[in-house]
T-cell receptor, first 112, second 115 residues
């Protein structure tokens, strides 16, 4: 699986959009981008995934660049409850059930 | 559904003691995993199982053992506790039905301290 690079921390004002970047310059054609988050002391929670098209669900949007070397997770209206560590993970098409490889992620602090 | 449950929530062990961390899921998932998370770090895989009777080592298996006699349960055994095993332990499960995404569901964690 390709390596990912994320900033260690970010701040966001409550009610504003939080844009979390992720670099995955060595991603290969059959690898998906996944995002999980971990709210303090809890187990990680799945947010969203994508291959090359932009994706949106009730939690967030995922924007993947055309060359697929980077992506951005967008929380459109961040709340205090979105304060968490966000993990960007790249995994191959055939590894849907293989264990996740977690980096250190980005610690997002939503500020009132 | 209760999802993934873990017991105990907290435990303090003395060096050399043994214990079993319990994990159960009621979602009929084939795949189950054990991760540990040290302070300020990401999760690291200890062991995983693709079905009853089948287990495999992850990145950091030393000092741990697992068994999977049923689909629902995946206990993690520490035989001789060491201070290096002080960590938060997370159990997770996923369906295993194929496809690109099989969302992993995580339990609430067990916080273990070895003194």
């Amino acid at each position: 699986d390709a390596k990912t690079t994320q900033p260690p921390s970010m701040d966001c004002a409550e009610g504003r959009a939080a844009n979390l970047p992720c670099n995955h310059s060595t991603i290969s054609g059959n690898e998906y981008v996944y995002w999980y988050r971990q709210i303090h002391s809890q187990g990680p929670q799945y947010i969203i995934h994508g291959l090359k098209n932009n994706e949106t669900n009730e939690m967030a949007s995922l924007i993947i660049t055309e060359d697929r070397k980077s992506s951005t997770l967008i929380l459109p209206h961040a709340t205090l409850r979105d304060t968490a560590v966000y993990y960007c993970i790249v995994r191959g098409l055939g590894s849907g059930n293989t264990p996740l490889v977690f980096g250190k992620g980005t610690r997002l602090s939503v500020i009132a | 559904n209760a999802g993934v449950t873990q017991t105990p929530k907290f435990r303090i062990l003395k060096i050399g003691q043994s214990m079993t961390l319990q994990c159960a899921q009621d979602m009929n998932h084939n795949y189950m995993y054990w991760y540990r998370q040290d302070p300020g770090m990401g999760l690291k895989l200890i062991y995983y199982s693709v079905g009853a009777g089948i287990t495999d080592k992850g990145e950091v298996p030393n000092g741990y053992n697992v068994s999977r006699s049923t689909t629902e349960d995946f206990p993690l055994r520490l035989e001789l506790a060491a201070p290096s095993q002080t960590s938060v332990y997370f159990c997770a499960s996923s369906y295993g039905g194929g496809g690109a995404v099989n969302e992993q569901f995580f339990g609430p964690g067990t916080r273990l301290t070895v003194l």
